[in-house]
């Protein structure tokens, strides 16, 4: 039997795209059934620690969306 990894290296970049929006699509159950795990918190802090020193850019979502539009547009 293929495993997951053969499948998804079989694909296109298309096909990868479209197979990771409906992973994340399918990640959207409630709340109340994901527990993140401990790290997602740590890695939070520091970002947001980053943020506040200034450390890392921050970008206009409106530009970010147009972007990644025209990312997959182009595929």
Do not use: C, F
Not at 3 to 11: K, N, Y
Not at 42 to 69: C, H, N, Q, T
């Amino acid at each position: 039997m293929t495993s997951v990894a053969e499948a998804i290296d079989g694909m296109n970049v298309k096909e990868k795209v479209q197979t990771m929006d409906y992973l994340w699509s399918s990640l959207e159950a409630p709340a109340s059934k994901y527990t993140p795990p401990e790290w997602h918190g740590r890695e939070l802090a520091r970002r947001e620690r980053l943020y506040a020193e200034g450390k890392i850019p921050v970008y206009d979502w409106a530009d970010v969306k147009a972007r990644l539009e025209a990312r997959r547009a182009a595929l």
